[in-house]
Structures are given as structure tokens and as C-alpha cells.
């Protein structure tokens, strides 16, 4: 879990940040590429395709290799499309149903692993891929991979393709060993609906995607003596362009007399990106934030004074495994600011950013 409180960490900065981002934005960056390298054109050899795979007899399993030599026969995205990389095919077939781990994370290329059940392209998504896992735990290079739970049932035969993204090879260390899955996380929300339309592949965010969407948009946050939460959704999708976006959420609100202390809890069932944002929309900015794990409730308190500000929610990255529809909880406890006779109509706020 990582928190800040920082003030106003400026959006340029988070946008140059190399590590998985902390930005506003809805569409995914682009990551900095590897060289490409070509495959040796070559005969086939042991371990190159599927019809002429490794075997793993049994678990737990490890094994080392280098796919340079290998071809290009296979390739899914998972988020990053158009690789070229030759990729080595390892099969197992349990004899029960198992929860497993499937891991490159030691390797030494920019690898990406993904498995077919039985044939060719039937990938179990959303967790039967992974390009980089910045879960792995010291690993020798950056974006190494890692499917770190996935059930495997019996009577199936389950290839394992080692690959890399774009044209990247190299040394690669595999891992597979059994593991127990966790239960699934499920956030029981109980309160106001956000109201958004849950994102689809080529949604536009014409409801609450702030400084995102064009024009600007937001939800509006209601003045409460008690808590008040918001049930609302996220989720990643492919926007219209093919480039992968996220489902983004603003909450505006506005402070006018007194500074204002209050405090935000977001409970998410995905990774979660969560902060206040000033600058609306000029230079939008965190004025602090924090990501929190699935089903993991964390809280953020601020004084926020004069002016007009933003509550963002939304996913903590691009990965494919966060469907749209992915539920999250936000609670808003102690903004109940002095609100004038002539109170300031959404309209008139809402004028004010588009
Ligand atoms: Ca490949
Ligand atoms: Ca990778
Ligand atoms: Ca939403
Ligand atoms: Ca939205």
C-alpha cells in the first residue's frame, strides 16, 4: 500500500513516472519500448510450438531456458499488443483441480506469459495472461511476469507459452508450484449509486470522467452532516482509438467558507487509485491520494479550504483482469460546509469547467 500527502503533486510529474502511474488519466501509457530483435528464422525445434512442447510431469515445477532461438509462433495481449517475440510452449495436465503459480518474475528479458487450455487461443481470462507483474519480488529486470493464481481443472491439457513483449528474448527462469487461491473479493456497498453506466469496449464517459472527457463532467458530491457513501463501478475497457482506458470517476465539490476537514474511506474489489484533485481543469492535480489492494478499506483525511475540488476514483492500472463493472464503496464523512442562501447550483459550478 502506498500513501501520499503531498501537495499538489503536479500531473506532469506523475505522468513521467516510469513505475505502474499515478495519474489522473484515463488512457493507459505508453510504456517504454524494448529493441526489437528478430527471431533466427530456423527449423523447428523441441519446445518451439505446441505440437512439439515440453512436458511438466509434475509440480512443483522449474525450469530455465532462452527463447532467442526459438520462433515467433503465439502471441496474446495482455495489455500490449503486436509482439513479435519467439515464445516456448511447456504442457501439464492435472489430475485435480488446482489453484497454481506460474512465474517469470526471475527471468532475464521483458517476458510475458500467458496459457491455452487445449487449443490455441483459448486463453482463460482475465487471469490467463500477464506481461508484467510488479508484484515480483526483486526481480532481475523490470517487467518480468507472473500469473500468480489461476485454477487449472482436470481432464485439460494447459500449455504454457513463454514469451516476451515486443521483439524481446533472453533467459527466462519458469516456476509453477500449487498454491491456494483466495476467495474472490466482493464489496457489499450500501448507499447512494454512483449512476454511471458501466463502461464497455468503445464507452465514452459522458457522466463523471472529469477533466478526462470532453466536455468536462462530473458527480456532484451532496452536503451531509452524516457520512454519505457513493456504491459506484470501474473497470477498464478498449476505447474506440484501440487504445486501452479506464473508467475514471470525479466527484466535485466545492468548500466556501471555513476550510473544510474531512476524510474519504474507498473499499474497491480491484486495486484502487483514490484522492482529492484541485486545479479542476485547468491543472488538475492531487492534492493527496493513495491506492489501496482489493477489499482493503483505507482512508484518507484532509483540510481542503476555499475553492473547488475533485474526490478521483478509479482503477490503479490498465490490467485486463479489471472488467468493467468491478464494484467500489466511497464514504465521505464531515462535508457539511457552510452553503450560502443563494447556494451555488451544479449548473452554475458545473458552467464554470466546461
Ligand atoms: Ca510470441
Ligand atoms: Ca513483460
Ligand atoms: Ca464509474
Ligand atoms: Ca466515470
Known amino acids: 500500500m502506498m500513501t501520499a500527502s503531498v501537495s499538489a503533486v503536479a500531473l506532469i510529474a506523475v505522468l513521467a513516472a516510469t513505475a505502474p502511474a499515478v495519474t489522473l488519466s484515463a488512457r493507459a501509457p505508453e510504456k517504454p519500448g524494448g529493441v526489437a530483435v528478430s527471431p533466427p528464422c530456423g527449423d523447428r525445434v523441441e519446445g518451439d ?20 532461438a526459438y520462433a515467433n509462433d503465439y502471441d496474446e495481449v495482455c495489455p500490449y499488443a503486436g509482439s513479435t517475440a519467439p515464445d516456448v510452449v511447456y504442457a501439464y495436465e492435472p489430475l485435480y483441480d488446482m489453484c497454481v503459480s506460474i512465474s517469470l518474475c526471475d527471468s532475464y ?35 518480468t511476469s507472473w500469473i500468480d493464481e489461476i485454477t487449472l481443472f482436470a481432464g485439460h491439457t494447459y500449455y504454457v507459452v513463454v514469451d516476451g513483449y515486443g521483439g524481446e528474448c533472453g533467459d527466462y527462469v519458469l516456476e509453477v508450484e500449487e498454491v491456494e487461491c483466495t476467495p474472490p473479493c466482493d464489496v457489499i456497498c450500501v448507499g447512494v449509486p454512483e ?52 473508467d475514471t470517476d470525479w466527484y466535485m465539490f466545492s468548500v466556501w467558507g471555513e476550510p473544510v476537514r474531512f476524510s474519504i474511506t474507498v473499499e474497491a474489489e480491484f486495486g484502487v487509485l483514490f484522492g482529492f484533485v484541485d486545479g479542476l481543469c485547468d491543472n488538475p492535480s492531487f ?4 491506492t489501496t489492494p482489493e477489499c482493503t478499506p483505507h482512508t484518507i483525511t484532509e483540510e481542503l479550504s476555499y475553492g473547488t475540488y475533485a474526490i478521483f476514483v478509479s482503477t490503479d492500472s490498465w490490467e485486463p483482469e479489471y472488467e468493467c463493472g468491478i464494484e467500489y464503496s466511497l464514504t465521505i464523512e464531515g462535508y457539511s460546509p457552510f452553503v450560502p442562501v443563494d447556494a451555488m447550483s451544479w449548473g452554475r459550478v458545473k458552467a464554470l469547467y466546461q
Not at 225 to 246: A, K, L, Q
Open 195 to 246: 449512476g454511471e453506466p458501466t463502461c464497455y469496449d468503445g464507452y465514452e464517459d459522458h457522466y463523471n470522467g472529469g477533466c478526462n472527457s470532453t466536455p468536462h463532467c462530473f458527480s456532484i458530491v451532496f452536503s451531509s452532516p452524516d457520512p454519505i457513501t457513493y456504491c459506484g463501478e470501474s473497470g477498464v475497457y478498449e476505447y474506440s482509438n484501440g487504445v486501452t482506458y479506464r
Open 49 to 68: 510450438t505446441i505440437e512439439e512442447c515440453w512436458t511438466i510431469p509434475s509440480l512443483p515445477f522449474f525450469d530455465t531456458g532462452n527463447t532467442c
Open 287 to 290: 492534492v493527496s491520494y493513495s
Open 109 to 143: 528479458y521483458d517476458t510475458k506469459v500467458y496459457i491455452y487450455q487445449d487449443v490455441v487461443g483459448n486463453v482463460p481470462w482475465p487471469d490467463g495472461c500477464n506481461d508484467d507483474n510488479y508484484d515480483c519480488v526483486d526481480p532481475p529486470v523490470n517487467y
